[in-house]
């Protein structure tokens, strides 16, 4: 069963466990409940409030469970998370083999995710009518490990062209880019759930090197996925609703189970993010040579998570 992502987004809010449910309440007045969701249906749970309490009798049954509590800042951009120790039967054998993995390994399935997401990206600009040509043409310039950051260059091309020559993609900006920072945050909340099912630890990175970020495997693996927030954004910000508000979390959230084409099928979002951290293990283990990378399928996505068009 695919999990639920729970976002709490109002002030005045408290949050507690009883009986395997996640209860919230209100902490004004008598305190009125306002709903309970059953533990095992959570996803992760996002903390998008300043005015949010909770108990730490949720958060372990939470890190048990193996679901993330993330923090938001003003901008919607995540802050923190909690995750839990263990993950997978086999966590310390899978760390281990992570541990030991030797650089041409790394940086050769580093090369994968890259071009992944570049092929993610000029399907995108296909998909919205826009000049797709200078994406494709750097795909096969990658090597191992993206020794020329042609990451980088094609980010640069991928922007203007998506959201115009003005845009400049900044956390710290209101509109595009804070929806963009929500869609993210809600990518990065499942994939770290789906690196620590799969018994890898999230620190430990393919590319992503910043001592100062506990998450640098999650933002490897994202890398492929972030695409499909940013084409839901450009839809958004097509019909002039570029703000961040129930409407559009609601939206963004609804995305990560809309349906991508992978080699082994058709899945939602949320379980080729499981498959691709399981193939990562499995790499590390010597069990496969190949990353399990979403193919590029964003009309079979979009079609579910923006149905309107």
Known sequence: MLGRIVEVADD?????ALRGLMVVRSTEGDREELGRIPLDD??????NA???????????ALAERGVPFVLCAANHNAV??????????????RIESQISAKAPLHKRLWGSIVRSKLTQQAAVLDAVGAPSVPLKALISKVKSGDPENIEAQGARRYWSLLFGADFRRDRDLDGINSLLNYGYTVFRAATARAVIAAGLHPSIGLHHSNDSNAMRLVDDLIEPFRPMVDLVVWHLWSKNDAEVKPETKRLLVSTLYSDMQSKAGVSPIVVCMQNLAISLAQCYLGERDKLDLPLPSLSIALATAYPSD
């Open 80 to 93: 923190g998370m909690l995750l839990p120790i263990e993950g997978n039967f086999e966590q310390s054998k």
């Open 12 to 16: 005045s809010r408290h949050l507690s």
């Open 50 to 60: 300043h005015g949010l309490s909770y108990t730490n009798n949720l958060l372990v």
């Open 42 to 47: 959570i996803a992760a749970v996002i903390g």
